[in-house]
């Protein structure tokens, strides 16, 4: 039976949380907070004592950590880009921790690579209690675009990369422009966001694709709807719609083929949420592409050996280490 939970599901997997979370009442939000503060002053103390951590401001929307090893030899830089929904600088949503962001940027600086991380302005607007339910996709690939212009007017870096995991990998093709040495693409889908959902209702409510087809190719006009059944309404709610309408006019595959620099798809054979056949696909798309598939590895970015129910409670695991094969490929990579 298809219910509004399993729409819920689908929101919050896919990004539409960006403008849900608008609707959380203010003892969430105050908890939010606190857990957000403690996890910033934990860092400060426990930071490593061979880095130095500067927090940039890039725009009025944009706040990150630049984490530089004392010995940055090496001159090089990699901005990372979060995935779907509110994702702070380090990996997280609001009770979903793991860290597997400031992980991957810890591991770079002890390989002599400074990086770059940053909150989705979703983050900083949940914060400020002023959430913008007209925020579109094209605002993200903004942000991504401004970050990276920020570093290439610095002229401080030999080579800048980015580092895009899952959404951020659809999110910093975008961005990539002639001063990126190169792109990593971490658990990136090969699908633009409407495929992913009607793949999704046909796996599960079969009955509601042909409405679903219906109000996608009402946004493609650029219009909104409110002709769908109620079933549908979490996705196609009208704070949502233009969202989308922005996501899927970006197909993974042919946005892979304009790049003209080195790309490293990374994929998991855990990953729950995208496919080893999908990495393959953009790895078939990149004209100088190179494709690692790492064993029991999962979407964010750790290594499980038991089923679905482990892979999942471990997105909330910060305990976790990455993949060590993760690390050895990106520091070979970035050079």
Same mark, same amino acid.
């Given at each position: 039976?298809?219910?509004?939970?399993y729409l819920k599901i689908?929101?919050?997997?896919?990004?539409?949380?960006?403008?849900?979370?608008?609707?959380? +009442?203010?003892?969430?939000?105050?908890?939010f907070i606190s857990?957000?503060?403690f996890?910033i002053?934990?860092q400060?103390?426990?930071?490593e004592?061979?880095?130095?951590?500067t927090?940039?401001?890039?725009s009025?929307f944009?706040?990150?950590?630049?984490?530089?090893?004392?010995?940055?030899?090496?001159n090089?830089?990699a901005?990372i880009?979060g995935?779907y929904?509110p994702?702070?600088?380090?990996?997280?949503q609001?009770?979903?921790?793991?860290n597997?962001?400031?992980?991957?940027?810890?591991?770079?600086?002890?390989?002599?690579?400074?990086?770059f991380?940053?909150?989705?302005?979703?983050?900083?607007q949940?914060l400020?209690?002023r =959430?913008?339910?007209?925020?579109?996709?094209?605002?993200?690939v903004?942000?991504a675009k401004?970050?990276?212009?920020?570093f290439?007017?610095?002229?401080?870096?030999?080579a800048i990369?980015i580092?895009g995991?899952?959404?951020?990998?659809?999110?910093?093709?975008?961005a990539?422009n002639?001063?990126?040495?190169?792109?990593v693409?971490?658990g990136?889908?090969?699908?633009?966001?409407d495929q992913?959902i009607?793949?999704q209702?046909?796996?599960t409510?079969?009955r509601l694709?042909?409405?679903?087809?219906?109000v996608?190719? =009402?946004?493609?006009t650029?219009?909104t709807?409110?002709?769908f059944?109620?079933?549908?309404s979490?996705?196609?709610?009208?704070?949502?719609?233009d969202?989308?309408?922005?996501?899927?006019?970006?197909n993974p595959?042919?946005?892979?083929?304009?790049?003209?620099?080195?790309?490293?798809?990374?994929?998991?054979?855990?990953?729950?949420?995208?496919?080893?056949?999908e990495a +393959?696909?953009l790895y078939?798309?990149?004209?100088?592409?190179?494709?690692?598939?790492?064993?029991?590895?999962?979407?964010v970015?750790?290594i499980?050996?038991?089923?679905?129910?482990?892979?999942?409670k471990?997105?909330?695991?910060?305990f976790?280490p990455?993949a060590?094969?993760l690390?050895l490929?990106?520091?070979?990579?970035?050079?």
């Amino acid at each position: 039976m298809f219910t509004n939970t399993y729409l819920k599901i689908v929101i919050l997997r896919y990004s539409l949380n960006e403008i849900i979370f608008y609707y959380f +009442n203010n003892i969430i939000m105050k908890l939010f907070i606190s857990v957000l503060v403690f996890s910033i002053t934990f860092q400060t103390v426990a930071q490593e004592p061979t880095t130095t951590q500067t927090e940039i401001e890039v725009s009025p929307f944009v706040d990150g950590t630049l984490l530089e090893p004392k010995d940055a030899s090496k001159n090089i830089l990699a901005i990372i880009i979060g995935d779907y929904g509110p994702t702070d600088r380090n990996g997280n949503q609001n009770f979903q921790k793991n860290n597997n962001l400031k992980k991957i940027a810890f591991s770079l600086a002890e390989n002599g690579i400074t990086s770059f991380r940053y909150d989705k302005r979703i983050v900083k607007q949940i914060l400020k209690g002023r =959430v913008n339910a007209r925020l579109t996709f094209d605002d993200y690939v903004k942000d991504a675009k401004d970050v990276v212009n920020y570093f290439v007017k610095k002229e401080n870096y030999n080579a800048i990369y980015i580092i895009g995991h899952g959404q951020g990998s659809l999110i910093g093709m975008l961005a990539a422009n002639e001063h990126i040495t190169g792109l990593v693409s971490l658990g990136g889908s090969a699908k633009s966001i409407d495929q992913v959902i009607l793949e999704q209702i046909e796996q599960t409510a079969p009955r509601l694709k042909p409405d679903a087809e219906r109000v996608f190719n =009402v946004l493609r006009t650029g219009k909104t709807t409110t002709e769908f059944p109620q079933e549908l309404s979490n996705i196609f709610s009208l704070d949502t719609q233009d969202f989308i309408a922005d996501w899927m006019q970006y197909n993974p595959i042919e946005i892979m083929e304009t790049l003209n620099i080195p790309v490293l798809i990374i994929n998991g054979t855990k990953d729950l949420q995208v496919s080893p056949e999908e990495a +393959n696909q953009l790895y078939e798309a990149a004209k100088v592409g190179t494709l690692k598939t790492i064993t029991n590895m999962n979407h964010v970015l750790f290594i499980i050996e038991g089923g679905n129910l482990e892979n999942s409670k471990s997105y909330g695991e910060s305990f976790r280490p990455l993949a060590p094969e993760l690390i050895l490929a990106l520091t070979a990579f970035i050079k």
